[in-house]
């Protein structure tokens, strides 16, 4: 099928989305006189060729390849780039290219944007996370310490391309985690979205191409009208206070979940608590929680777990003067962001996460 791919010229980035959209990017890096390409050892084998066989104009370019996984996401990595872009002999002149998962986005844009005080690079995402989310924003970083993205720096790649094509070899579990950000776009501010995807498991889905284009516009809109995160760009925080802390949760106890799995327990957290503090209605509330146990298993925790699912909660960059402050829902498709939330309805929240179990 012949199809034209969405174009945004949103300077200093330029957007091209959908299907066959890596057949027309060229034109959006022709101006390079060089170009090195990141990938990792599964984008390397499943990615690479089909960037080369659809981007030919780039076969030149030098592959540099990293080991994959969140684990990978630090310094020694980051070192391992900059010795390597050092060793190439790499100029301020050249283009970096990260093709991979946002873990490969994340780490390649903060290694571009400090080499040689910041060498230009452009995002090809290849998993669903990476297309509507990770490659999109500007955020750039490493994990160090304990902490996830705790080094990092906002710096806007020059072009983001998001071809679907990649998708084909992307891992079940992958795809889920992608799932539950582009159902939070439907929340926080497209109900037209939502409308789309309720009632719907992921696995039924065959209109992925149009999901995508419009997960990455939403947050396109969001990041243009707020790309420092003063304002609006909190809303993208829904179901992350909570979700940030199961997910540091499991790492620690050696049973990692992926980010979508997180952050769709969070949602159902602060789903709840966006009925009792922004006048969600019920039959919303309800709504969410039906479509999320449709597409996600409950995690196995109980009440001996909440002590530290506090803790990890007060950690969080979300945490201002002691209190937690989160992004919640007013109605389907409308966020609101800095609401001081107390610890008694987080803790019921939680309670209503582990015991209404009615519906599964
Ligand atoms: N910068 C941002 O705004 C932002 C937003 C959301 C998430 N993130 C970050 O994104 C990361 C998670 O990204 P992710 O979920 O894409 O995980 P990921 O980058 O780890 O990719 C998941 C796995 O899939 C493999 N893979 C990638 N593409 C593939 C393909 N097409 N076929 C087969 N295998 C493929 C990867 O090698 C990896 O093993 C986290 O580090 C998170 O902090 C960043």
């Known amino acids: 099928m012949n199809t034209t791919p969405f ?7 330029s957007y091209l989305i959908g299907e066959q959209a890596l057949d027309s990017s060229y034109r959006l890096v022709e101006k390079y006189p060089r170009y090195v390409l990141l990938v990792d050892d599964n984008t390397r084998e499943h990615c690479l060729p089909v960037f080369r066989e659809h981007l030919p104009e780039l076969l030149s370019a030098d592959v540099i390849c990293i080991e ?5 996401k630090n ?10 872009l050092t060793r190439l002999n790499v100029d301020r002149d050249a283009l970096m290219v990260n093709l991979g998962g946002g873990v490969l986005t994340d780490i390649g844009g903060f290694v571009a944007a400090t080499y040689k005080r910041g060498i230009d690079f452009a ?16 955020k750039t970083g490493i ?4 902490f996830k993205n705790q080094v990092g720096l906002f710096v806007d790649p020059v072009a983001v391309i998001i071809d679907p094509v ?18 939070k776009y439907g929340l926080i501010m497209d109900r037209e979205l939502w409308q789309w995807l309720y009632g ?18 939403d947050k396109i809109d969001i990041v243009r009208h707020d790309f420092e995160e003063k304002g609006v760009r909190k809303n993208l925080n829904f179901g992350h206070t909570v979700g940030h802390a199961f997910e540091s949760f499991f790492l620690k106890n050696n049973r990692p979940i992926t980010h979508g799995q997180a952050i769709a327990a969070g949602m159902i957290c602060e789903a709840y608590i966006s009925e009792k503090l922004t006048d969600l209605e019920c039959s919303h509330k309800e709504e969410i929680v039906e479509m999320i146990d449709k597409n996600f298993s409950r995690l196995s925790v109980t009440e001996e777990d909440v002590p530290m699912l506090f ?16 992004s919640l829902l007013k109605r389907l498709g409308k966020a609101v962001h800095d609401k001081e939330v107390g610890t008694d309805v987080v803790l019921e929240s939680l309670e209503f996460y582990m015991h209404d179990r009615s519906r599964l």
């Open 166 to 183: 990649f998708l084909k070899t992307l891992e079940e579990k992958h795809w889920q985690s992608g799932f539950a950000e582009v159902l």
């Open 200 to 217: 719907k498991d992921y696995h039924e889905i065959d209109f992925w191409d149009k999901i995508i284009v419009r997960a990455a516009r």
């Open 75 to 84: 310094l020694d990595q980051a070192l391992f780039i900059w010795n390597e």
């Open 143 to 146: 994990d160090f310490g304990k």
């Open 123 to 138: 995002n090809v995402p290849t998993t669903l996370l990476g297309m509507v989310d990770a490659s999109i924003g500007g």
């Open 7 to 13: 174009f945004l010229d949103a300077k200093p980035v």
């Open 311 to 326: 803790d990890l909660m007060r950690q969080d960059k979300k945490v201002r003067e002691g209190k937690l402050r989160f």
């Open 68 to 72: 994959s996984g969140e684990q990978k």
